[in-house]
């Protein structure tokens, strides 16, 4: 006859369930897998039809026609996939939690404006066509708005509402000049149509080393931010009780989220929506708890920037359609989505 044991035995036996931090982690190499997938993907398929055979023999051994291909474009526009695709969702979660508004993104502090205005200028009133030369401009452009949305914001006694104000006022000048010298310079616009609605078609490694050591500064700095971040989003008094410097804090992730967005803006034009559904989503699953956001935005934005770039590429062979269109039509039935929903939970 069985005799069950009693309950007390029956729970020391027992295997202990899976913590919530095991459950992040493993979740966080599963991202990790599907970005490797993913990149690989965008390395194997393109606008012009390869077979698997030649895409590996024109990236380990040829250096000629499938070499071009693979390697000179297909390997550049993912690895700045890759990089763009992390700052932009590092910057997204950073102006998230700095504004704690989960529905902003880098657009909101104007930092795209910022780019896009010095670009267009740079190219109209300077006549530098090359991405080389106008990188720059467009990196400072957003450096340049994001101090004066800093400044306009209340500088030390910044508060998130002011600096979203200020940054939504100035983002609206800037497009109103921007749409101006593009309309009354055709050539302008000519030259400037593919890069404003963002892509990754012009990456090479020149580009690449250009924004390379300014997105690397970029998101250690906020991937630093993740506690003090975490304080803040507990109101100001309690962040202030637990040792936090609010004006540091909020300084630092401004500056961490001008130098990822205008990065990856200059390198790729202003792509709209990553910043904003990733962070979103990672949220739902991992919590509150920046020190998780901020590396699963990092690791799954290329995933979707990438992913965007591919959908691209195989719907209008042999042309393509800019990433930047695709992530627009990916997010805005999105956004229209969080908002609704945002709306019935406060009613």
Request: charged letters at 10%; a positive charge.
């Amino acid at each position: 006859m069985l005799v069950d044991s009693p309950p007390e035995q029956r729970a020391e036996t027992a295997p202990a369930p899976p913590t919530r931090w095991a459950i992040r982690a493993f979740g966080l190499l599963l991202a990790v897998a599907i970005l490797v997938l993913v990149a690989l993907a965008s390395i194997a398929i393109g606008a012009k039809e390869l077979s698997l055979g030649q895409v590996w023999h024109g990236l380990f051994e040829d250096s000629g026609t499938y070499g071009d291909v693979v390697v000179a474009e297909r390997l550049s526009r993912t690895v700045l996939g890759l990089l763009a695709g992390a700052a932009l969702g590092l910057a997204g979660a950073v102006l998230q939690a700095l504004t704690r508004n989960p529905l902003a993104d880098p657009g909101l502090l104007g930092i795209n404006a910022g780019a896009s205005a010095a670009v267009v200028t740079a190219v109209t009133f300077l006549g530098i066509t090359s991405l080389s030369g106008y990188v720059w401009f467009a990196f400072f452009g957003a450096a340049a708005v994001g101090a004066l949305v800093w400044f306009l914001g209340g500088s030390r006694g910044a508060t998130p509402v002011r600096l979203a104000l200020a940054g939504t006022a100035i983002s609206a000048a800037l497009y109103g000049y921007l749409q101006a010298v593009m309309i009354m310079d055709d050539a302008a616009l000519g030259k400037m149509r593919f890069w404003t609605v963002g892509s990754l078609s012009a990456a090479n490694d020149s580009t690449i080393r250009q924004v390379l050591p300014f997105l690397l500064a970029g998101m250690v700095l906020a991937l630093a931010l993740s506690r003090p971040l975490n304080a803040m989003a507990m109101g100001d008094d309690t962040a202030k009780a637990l040792g936090a410097n609010l004006n540091r804090t909020r300084a630092l992730s401004m500056l961490a989220a001008t130098v990822l967005c205008g990065a990856a803006t200059a390198a790729c034009g202003p792509i709209v929506f990553v910043g904003l559904m990733v962070p979103h989503v990672v949220r739902s699953f991992t919590g509150p708890d920046l020190r998780w956001i901020l590396p699963y935005a990092a690791i799954l934005s290329p995933v979707l920037l990438l992913g965007a770039d591919i959908i691209g590429r195989i719907v209008a062979r042999p042309a393509e359609l800019q990433v930047g269109i695709i992530t627009a039509i990916l997010g805005g039935p999105v956004f229209i989505y969080l908002v609704r929903r945002r709306r019935t939970a406060q009613l």
